[in-house]
Every structure is written in C-alpha cells, then in structure tokens.
C-alpha cells in the first residue's frame, strides 16, 4: 500500500470509543443500511429504533462506535448474561456492523477487541454471538476472532391467520346465539 491509499488515511483516522446518546440516530441509519441490503437477518432478530435503545440503555459501557473523521464508520452493541444456576458469566455479542465503503480495513477487528477488553474486566468467561448460515462475511469475521463450535439452530413457523379466522367465526357465531332469545321474545 503506497502513501496516498485512501484506505490508509481512512485506517489512521479511526477512533473506537463508547457509543453516547447523540449516536443513536447515527447507529440506527447505518445499522439500516447494512442490515436492510442483506435483508432483514429474520423476525427473530429484528433491526429497529427499539433494538438500539434498549441496549442502549441497558448496557450503554458495551456499546461502541467506531469514529472517523467524525462520522460513525461501525458500531458493536453487546450485553452481558448471568444465568441463575451459572456461576459463568456470558458476554453477548448482539449486534456488529461496518460502513460497506469501510469495509475490510480492520474496523471490525477494532471494535471486537476493544469489546473483548471490556467483556475480560467485567468478568465474562465466554463470549456468544450469532449470524444467518449463510452470512460468509461474518462467519469468516468471527472465526477469524476465535468464535468456534458452531451449533444450528432451526427457525420454524406456524402461520395463524387460519386460527385466528376460526376464533372470529366462533365469536361471531356465539354473538348471534345470545342475540336470538331477545329477538324471539321482541
Ligand atoms: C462482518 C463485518 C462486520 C466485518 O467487518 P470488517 O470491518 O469488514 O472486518 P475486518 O476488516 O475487521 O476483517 C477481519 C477479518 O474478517 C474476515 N472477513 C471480513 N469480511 C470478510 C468478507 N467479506 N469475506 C471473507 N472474510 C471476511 C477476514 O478474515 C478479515 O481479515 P483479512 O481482511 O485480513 O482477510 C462486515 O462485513 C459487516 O458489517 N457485515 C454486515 C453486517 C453483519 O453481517 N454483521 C454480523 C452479524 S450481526
């Protein structure tokens, strides 16, 4: 790479730092736009305001955002779980996502140490994540970063909208059965 590589200057530019109230918007839109192209990962894990917010507020010290040249280039958004018959302590990695344009420079790779430091001094012993199968950006990224044991997983689902009808017809049929007696004596 020679000196005047753009992706150089992008590279040395980039601060990693904790995500603050003025960024959410920000971390939204990117958020939008990545997820949005590789469409919507699936219902089960839904890209919205809600999503940022709640993490947000819960967990604010495991959120991150990488910064350059004062725009938002990245962000990580974790939390950490403790399960009641656990002596462990889990860190989740819940959401990470890179600007496509800064895309394989190492921004991830920045934020998710920055990350696994605050996971270490808060006392998490292992870190979960998850990603669609055939996510090959993410799964290179976090086998790269040491993730492994991979388990799947199978999303079923049971569409209701036949039940639901049933429902309102049985309704509707128990409305006119208790109507009947007033019009016979009216
Ligand atoms: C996955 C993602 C976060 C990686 O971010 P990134 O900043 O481009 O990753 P890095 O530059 O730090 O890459 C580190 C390593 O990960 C692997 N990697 C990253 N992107 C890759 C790709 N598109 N194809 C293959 N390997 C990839 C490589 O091993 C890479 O090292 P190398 O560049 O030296 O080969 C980014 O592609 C992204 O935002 N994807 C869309 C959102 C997403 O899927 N998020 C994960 C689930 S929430």
């Known amino acids: 790479m020679n000196e005047d590589d753009p992706n150089k200057k992008k590279r040395s530019n980039l601060v990693i730092r904790e995500m603050e109230i003025d960024d959410i918007a920000d971390v939204f839109h990117l958020g939008e736009k990545i997820f949005t192209a590789r469409e919507v990962p699936n219902l089960y894990r839904t890209w919205d305001e809600y999503e940022v917010v709640s993490l947000f507020q819960s967990d604010p010290e495991f959120c991150l955002v990488a910064e350059s040249d004062e725009q938002i280039v990245g ?44 996971m270490l001094d808060s006392g998490v012993r292992m870190l979960l994540t998850d990603t669609e199968a055939d996510n090959l950006a993410a799964l290179h990224f976090f086998r790269k970063m040491g993730f492994g044991q991979p388990q799947q997983h199978i999303y079923l689902t049971l569409n209701l909208t036949g039940q639901k009808r049933q429902v309102r017809e049985k309704k509707n049929n128990e409305r006119t059965q208790t109507r009947r007696p007033d019009r016979k004596n009216g």
Do not use: D
């Open 75 to 118: 962000f990580l958004l974790g939390t950490t779980i403790e399960k009641s018959h656990s002596a462990w302590k889990y860190g989740h990695l819940v959401w990470l996502g890179i600007e496509p344009e800064f895309q394989r420079q190492g921004v991830a790779v920045k934020l998710f140490k920055h990350f696994q430091e605050l």
